[in-house]
T-cell receptor, first 111, second 115 residues
Framework: RKEVEQDPGPFNVPEGATVAFNCTYS??????FFWYRQDCRKEPKLLMS???SGNEDGRFTAQLNRASQYISLLIRDSKLSDSATYLC????????????FGQGTELSVKP | EAGVAQSPRYKIIEKRQSVAFWCNPI?????LYWYQQILGQGPKLLIQ????????DSQLPKDRFSAERLKGVDSTLKIQPAKLEDSAVYLC?????????????FGPGTRLTVT
């Protein structure tokens, strides 16, 4: 079983749509969770951290369910500029800085 | 603030040749990471430095890969000899603190093709 698994993509949605990405992790001791965004042929960049209570940043909402070891990212009112690969990331075993990346889910927003 | 710098941006070599990548992290960042990203996969950590000491190199193929960060700033990653399966993007990242929950800043990567 992979340490971090994401929905296989790609997701093709029209502008204005709401889209949700799901992610599961295998290590119950994991403490920190993130969503990174990676544009085509570019480096990953932090999109948002994920907190136990859930958190929102504009059109983006991240949720964490520790009992189910499940993380989600919801994007509302999709824009063309949201087209990218979204990487689910887990800090493994509470070890400083060791991030485990999922394989990514590609999103393509069409006009 | 300048970001993480990497060079070269692209490299094509034949199998069994050697190659080296260079990284200059963000000024003041104590922690430096090298990742390998194969097409269609997420980045995989190869080695992590705190200043000039190795924190984690458990996933570094030590028979062919080596890395150093001699003065706690710049770092080099070397592959010798290269194999076809080493074709990937090699990403360097840095962070301010060795701590959970921090943000890692990535460089643009070096795209390696082994023929």
């Amino acid at each position: 079983r992979k340490e971090v698994e994401q929905d296989p993509g790609p997701f093709n949605v029209p502008e204005g749509a709401t889209v949700a990405f799901n992610c599961t992790y295998s290590n119950s001791a994991s403490q920190s969770f993130f969503w990174y965004r990676q544009d085509c042929r570019k480096e990953p960049k932090l999109l948002m951290s994920v907190y136990s209570s859930g958190n929102e940043d504009g059109r983006f909402t991240a949720q964490l369910n520790r009992a189910s070891q499940y993380i989600s990212l919801l994007i509302r009112d999709s824009k063309l500029s949201d087209s990218a690969t979204y990487l689910c990331v887990v800090n493994k075993d509470n070890q400083g800085g060791k991030l485990i990346f999922g394989q990514g889910t590609e999103l393509s927003v069409k006009p | 603030e300048a970001g993480v710098a990497q060079s070269p941006r692209y490299k094509i070599i034949e199998k069994r040749q050697s190659v080296a990548f260079w990284c200059n992290p963000i000024s003041g960042h104590a922690t430096l990471y090298w990742y390998q990203q194969i097409l269609g996969q997420g980045p995989k950590l190869l080695i992590q430095f705190q200043n000039n000491g190795v924190v984690d190199d458990s996933q570094l193929p030590k028979d062919r890969f080596s890395a150093e960060r001699l003065k706690g700033v710049d770092s080099t990653l070397k592959i010798q000899p290269a194999k076809l399966e080493d074709s990937a993007v090699y990403l360097c990242a840095s962070s301010l603190f060795l701590d959970r929950g921090h943000e890692q800043y990535f460089g643009p990567g070096t795209r390696l093709t082994v023929t």
